[in-house]
């Protein structure tokens, strides 16, 4: 028999306390979030995920919109005062999340060999590494850093984290594989930790871009997306014909991207493809196989020991 | 806040073109992919548009500064500028060499081809790094060489053998760098021990702003590894007291490396000033080693007694603060460079006479100031923000010197009578000597502390931390 927990009057009380110190605010209407994010389904779908932009998926599947405005908070700014359009969609299949991406732009701007005055198109998605709390939007802070999914024409994708650089001892950087000495506010994620794959194609004047990554992480940088529960999200898109690059780009606002169920209990399996980098066998591993490998010499030997004695015994 | 700078005087009349700065520095630190159209050291002709093309003209590129509403402003910030393709740069290209022995033997030579070292593909070569070598093809591009403003140009150009001379071209390792200011990532940094500017490729994405903000297109894009680089002042060398590869390798034994003493503190106010004081102002700002005072300010703001005492024998201090013949190049773009000129006199020479011979009477042997076949205001554009005084300053106290020797050697005067020449010309007989020791001998090129690491030098690291190593 299960038994019950003895529950303190006195917890009771606070609790209740605090209860109605939270709901004093929103009974009177001031607002404790700056922004309602919207939400928006990362849908479940029974198949592999293409990565390929034109495949038939992502054109029966329907977009949402982003609203981008061109970065005007610090050095160096979007020379664009306009507005833009993101049209996205996401789905999910259990194992892999994959974002797709569209926008108009009536240039194709590619970084190649040579290349010296081409700035590539990009578009970015920011996830909060922690769901405890939204962190600042402007990539992170020190406590609650950003994790960032960077694709550049040209030049590809890369998992990016922003804003812990400063809260980590030397240590902790290192044994996250990152530079021991913060090389910059953005830094590039270790290899094992590079779980995104993606493919953008460009035509009719559109960027179509797929970005897939597998649920888990094993990396402390890098949020695990969980199918029923929702993560936030928000867009950056860079127009490389404007000489955009750096600060200069399109951003948004927080949204929440929730991860529908997946259809069958049980069928989701969080895991991550990324294999641990070989650096070397860990000592857990090692002890069981030194002791079996001890074990089995030492028998080897006494039996050796046991049939030469009874030989001896015999002759 | 008195700091120590490693800095280069180039004397341009003893340049003769040869570009074994620009080979040397090329096989030491460029010779990879990505790079092989970026050279850290270029040999220019002027007149001429050099290297990238039009370089100077801050309304094509946006480098360099401008003073708006009494705020020093990078050009960028105001406006959108374009950045500088490959083309204006020149598209890398070799030969097919190895064809030379793998071709058939037939009747004529065999032939290598000209391939674009990036493609690989065949390439019909249209520009070069030193395209306008001795003034090739300065009828095409002659005239968009922004330093005629002033001068009747069409003239010069219509007898276009009426001067040139060489322009060398390092990394002017400014005290107001303009890269620093526009890197939104800090990648670019100028050392506090001895200000050479330099480029961490740890921190740098690539964005290019550094290339763009600096007005002599001295930081240049690396395609490959989508990362800026630019010259690090052959650093390693210095700091054991070598001279940089461009100056090891000189032939005309033109440079000239030595340590100055800076006030930090008034970098921003010289930036700032009136266009006709910046040469002036630039100078001011280096201080003088010899004065107790800034001794005693220099060790208390941590400068080793290395570079206190190699600043007192620096060949740079002597030539730009105390001889006044050394010019910053473009000092209108306000970027403080460090990297200094002795304007060129060329040539020097006297008139044909009846047989067309080079000869005249004595009093013309050297020309007067005014009687230059190089144009004074061609000069002070391009050293002098447009000053023509602060050129004539220094061209008089070259020509006094080569006529102080010239009343010894031929005219057989005594040193006193001789040296008359130079008190007119505000000179000693020490400076004499040591102009001559200099200059002509070319002895002592270079005064280099070395870093000792015993020293304790409180050298703030980026981030403002101080440490002690």
Same mark, same amino acid.
């Given at each position: ?73 610090? $050095? ?21 999340? *994959?974002? $797709?991406?569209? @926008? ?17 198109? =990009? ?72 779980? @995104? ?9 559109? @960027? ?29 898109? @860079? ?23 997946? *259809? ?13 980098? =070989? ?16 074990? =089995? ?19 | ?81 374009? !950045? ?19 071709? &058939? ?28 070598? +001795? ?64 480029? +961490? ?39 054991? #007291? ?15 490396? #030595? ?25 001011? /700002? ?21 570079? /206190? ?9 002597? !030539?730009?603060?105390?001889?006044? /013949? ?26 044909? +006479? ?9 009093? +013309? ?35 006094? /010197? ?16 001789? #040296? ?9 007989? &020490? ?10 001998? #070319? ?27």
């Amino acid at each position: 028999m299960v038994k019950t927990p003895n529950i303190d009057k006195k917890i009771v009380i606070i609790f209740t306390i605090m209860l109605g110190l939270a709901l004093v605010p929103t009974a009177i209407q001031i607002p404790m979030v700056t922004a309602q994010a919207p939400t928006v389904t990362s849908k479940y779908v029974n198949e592999d995920i293409p990565l390929d932009p034109n495949h038939a998926m992502w054109k029966e599947l329907q977009l949402s919109e982003a609203l981008l405005a061109g970065q005007q908070l610090v $050095y160096p700014f979007s020379l664009d005062k306009g507005t833009r359009t993101l049209k996205f969609v996401s789905v999910h299949n259990g194992t892999h999340l *994959a974002i $797709y991406i569209e @926008w108009d732009d009536e240039t194709m701007d590619v970084e190649e060999p040579g290349k010296l005055d081409v700035f590539g198109d =990009a578009v970015a998605v920011q996830f909060p590494v922690y769901q405890t709390e939204l962190p600042n939007i402007c990539m992170g802070t020190v406590d609650n850093p950003v994790n960032i999914v960077f694709w550049k024409a040209g030049v590809g994708v890369q998992n990016l984290v922003a804003g812990t650089g400063y809260g980590l001892s030397p240590e902790q950087r290192e044994a996250l594989g990152l530079h021991k000495v913060p090389t910059s506010p953005i830094e590039r994620l270790p290899d094992q930790a590079q779980i @995104w794959d993606a493919k953008g194609v460009y035509d009719n004047n559109k @960027w179509k871009v797929v970005l897939i990554r597998p649920l888990g992480s094993i990396h402390e940088l890098v949020p695990t997306f969980r199918p029923g529960e929702s993560v936030s999200i928000v867009f950056a898109q @860079w127009d490389g014909s404007k000489g955009e690059r750096a600060g200069a780009k399109a951003t948004g606002g927080w949204m929440t991207l929730k991860l529908e169920a997946a *259809a069958i209990e049980g069928e989701a399996v969080v895991e991550t493809v990324t294999e641990v980098p =070989a650096e070397g066998i860990p000592l857990s591993t090692l002890i069981p196989v030194i002791v079996i490998g001890l074990g =089995a010499v030492i028998g080897l030997v006494i039996a050796i020991a046991l049939i030469f004695g009874e030989r001896k015994k015999g002759s | 806040m008195v700091r120590a700078q490693i800095s280069m005087v180039m004397v341009l009349d003893k340049c003769i073109g040869c570009h074994t700065c620009s080979v040397t520095c090329k096989n030491t630190w460029t010779n990879r992919e990505g790079m092989e159209y970026a050279w850290w050291n270029d040999v220019e002709t002027k007149p001429g548009i050099g290297y990238p093309k039009q370089w100077e003209n801050q309304e094509i590129y946006g480098g360099g500064w401008v003073v708006k509403d009494n705020k020093l402003r990078l050009r960028i910030e105001l406006k959108e500028y374009r !950045m500088p393709k490959m083309d204006d740069y020149y598209t890398p290209f070799t030969y097919t060499y190895e064809e030379l022995f793998t071709q &058939e033997i037939v009747d004529q030579q065999p032939t290598a081809e000209p391939i674009n070292m990036i493609t690989e593909e065949p390439i019909d070569i249209q520009w070069g790094p030193n395209w306008e070598d +001795d003034l090739a093809g300065l009828n095409e591009t002659g005239s968009l060489d922004p330093n005629w403003n002033g001068v009747d140009k069409e003239i010069y150009l219509r007898y276009k053998d009426v001067f040139m001379f060489y322009l060398p071209r390092i990394c002017n390792h400014c005290l107001n760098a303009p890269c620093i200011t526009a890197c939104p990532r800090k990648s670019l940094y100028k050392r506090e021990e001895d200000g050479i500017v330099l480029l +961490d490729q740890e921190r740098c994405r690539g964005y290019r702003y550094c290339v763009q903000a600096c007005p002599y297109k001295k930081v240049y894009y690396n395609w490959k590894t989508g990362k800026s680089e630019k010259c690090i002042f052959c650093y390693p060398l210095i700091e054991t #007291g070598q001279p940089t590869v461009c100056t090891w390798s000189c032939v005309g034994k033109i440079r000239y490396i #030595g340590v100055v003493l800076y006030d930090e503190n008034r970098v921003e106010e010289i930036a700032k000033a009136d266009v006709k004081d910046l040469v002036k102002l630039q100078r001011e /700002i280096i201080l003088d080693p010899f004065n107790p005072d800034v001794v005693n300010q220099a060790r208390k703001d941590g400068v080793p007694e290395t570079f /206190i005492k190699a600043a007192k024998e620096s060949p740079v201090y002597y !030539m730009f603060k105390k001889w006044e /013949i050394a010019l910053p190049i473009h000092p209108e773009f306000r970027t403080l460079p460090m990297v200094f000129y002795v304007p060129p006199l060329n040539p020097v020479i006297t008139t044909l +006479d009846e047989k067309g011979l080079l000869s005249a009477s004595y009093s +013309d042997i050297l020309p007067k100031i005014d009687e230059l076949r190089i144009p004074i205001k061609y000069l002070a554009n391009l050293f002098a923000a447009g000053n023509e005084e602060e050129v004539k300053k220094s061209l008089r106290k070259l020509l006094a /010197i080569r006529e102080f020797f010239r009343l010894i050697e031929v005219e057989k005067l005594n040193r006193s009578e001789a #040296g008359k020449v130079l008190i007119d010309n505000d000179l000693t007989l &020490e400076d004499a000597e040591l102009m001559y020791r200099w200059l002509a001998l #070319g002895r002592e090129r270079w005064i280099i502390p070395t870093r000792k690491t015993e020293l304790t030098l409180k050298i703030g690291e980026r981030g403002g931390v101080r440490i002690k190593w």
